[in-house]
């Protein structure tokens, strides 16, 4: 859900567990957690999307799973818009673009998890806008 956040239109989403973390979660939980920080670490002005895209889409089939929504997307004016990261667009990042980094992992009647964080892209990475934890959060 987009808002603004400090001047800045934000996108984030996180996976929360009610009680405790399922043992069938915690591995896709993990798997995508991993792609999230490798992602962030990915992002830095002349970066490929299709690249980074395909980074994700590799490891998640290494384990038997798919990434079926794009990677992220571009947050300016509208809180989904250009540049979008996924296999299907090949632009190349830009110093100064704020764009979303949302890997997740969805099985259809079980559950789903996403970890999304907003990003200003600098000239060697980038810096983090969401200001949220990514570990488990349980309620």
């Given at each position: 859900m987009g808002c603004k956040v400090n001047g800045y239109c934000s996108d984030m989403t996180r996976t929360f567990f009610v009680g405790e973390v399922p043992e069938e979660v915690k591995p896709i939980y993990d798997l995508v957690l991993k792609n999230q920080k490798?992602?962030?670490e990915q992002y830095k002005d002349g970066a490929s999307t299709r690249i980074i895209t395909k980074m994700v889409e590799n490891d998640f089939k290494l384990h038997g799973y798919q990434l079926v929504h794009s990677l992220g997307h571009g947050v300016g004016m509208e809180i989904h818009e250009a540049p979008y990261v996924s296999y299907h667009s090949d632009t190349l990042l830009r110093e100064n673009m704020v764009v979303t980094n949302?890997?997740?992992?969805y099985l259809p009647g079980k559950f789903g998890v996403r970890i999304e964080d907003t990003v200003q892209i600098t000239k060697f990475g980038c810096i983090n806008l969401t200001r949220s934890g990514k570990n488990?959060?349980?309620i």
């Open positions: 490798q992602t962030e949302e890997p997740g992992i488990y959060i349980i």
